[in-house]
């Protein structure tokens, strides 16, 4: 008797992300794959413009769409969806991932057009000096990878700082703009509801070179394939479940609730 459990979702979007410029920027290293329970991942080209790239507005209204069907979707990004404990601390905010991303769009404005992360970093616009993070303030799941850096540890290789503090804001527009249609895990919770879609934070150091890269791929474009032929891989085989309920102790699993977490560690 085959005990596999059947798949979750219908379609799996990998999205590697990039902080630079502006938001209607458009960028090399933004790059989008998207497959299906019977076609593996292909790229996904933006709509057709003078831009030859996506931009990061561009990536959130097309998601709006995405994530508007009726048949389950889940969509992994590269960078990080929350903070780490000690900065909820340092400024005395609730533990409430929405109530977070208002409060720190407030403070980084950089969903607005013409704004760089840089400028909320010099003081230009915004108040980023109010909502200041230390580039040794690190997440579990950070450290649980070995690897990972600091949300704040910006200019330097590998850093997903600026994409980070760039994606925050478009997370806040795709939660304003499809509501309860979709699960932003774990901060909805850890358990799944049975036909819906969902975002979560991925890392695809971890999977990159477990799938074969074609010549022509850039190494963005080979992190967003990864990202898509590992979700989807999961899922054909039914272990997508044991990565969306990491067994970690309780403590953790509150703490997680509120830093984020990575799916694919446990």
């Keep these: ?3 596999r459990r059947a798949p979750i979702f219908d379609c799996y979007i990998g999205i590697d992300y990039s902080g630079a410029k502006t938001p209607t920027s458009s960028l090399k290293g933004l790059r989008v794959y998207t497959a299906n329970q019977s076609s593996p991942p292909v790229e996904e080209q933006p709509p057709p413009s003078p831009r030859k790239y996506w931009t990061r507005r561009g990536i959130a209204e097309w998601l709006v769409h995405q994530l508007a069907k009726d048949s389950p979707v889940l969509v992994g990004i590269d960078h990080g969806f929350s903070f780490p404990f000690r900065y909820f601390k340092t400024h005395n905010l609730t533990h409430d991932w929405t109530a977070f991303l208002d409060d720190f769009q407030q403070h980084w404005p950089t969903n607005e057009n013409h704004i760089y992360v840089d400028f909320v970093r010099s003081g230009c616009v915004g108040d980023g000096a109010a909502r200041f993070g230390n580039s040794r303030w690190r ?13 704040f540890h910006f200019d330097v290789p590998g850093s997903v700082a600026k994409s980070t503090h760039a994606g925050l804001p478009w997370l806040r527009y795709l939660r304003r703009h499809v509501g309860n249609r979709v699960h932003f895990w774990p901060f909805d919770g850890w358990e799944i509801p049975v036909g819906r879609s969902v975002v979560a934070e991925v890392y695809p150091f971890l999977w990159n070179r477990s799938f074969e890269r074609e010549e022509q791929r850039t190494n963005d474009q080979q992190d967003a394939y990864s990202i898509t032929a590992w979700i989807r891989r999961c899922d054909l085989d039914g272990n997508l479940s044991e990565y969306f309920n990491p067994p970690l102790k309780s403590a953790d699993r509150q703490l997680a609730q509120i830093e984020g977490w990575i799916l694919g560690i446990k």
């Design 1 to 3: 008797m085959n005990s």
């Design 139 to 151: 997440r579990l799941t950070e450290l649980r990878t070995g690897t990972a850096k600091s949300v």
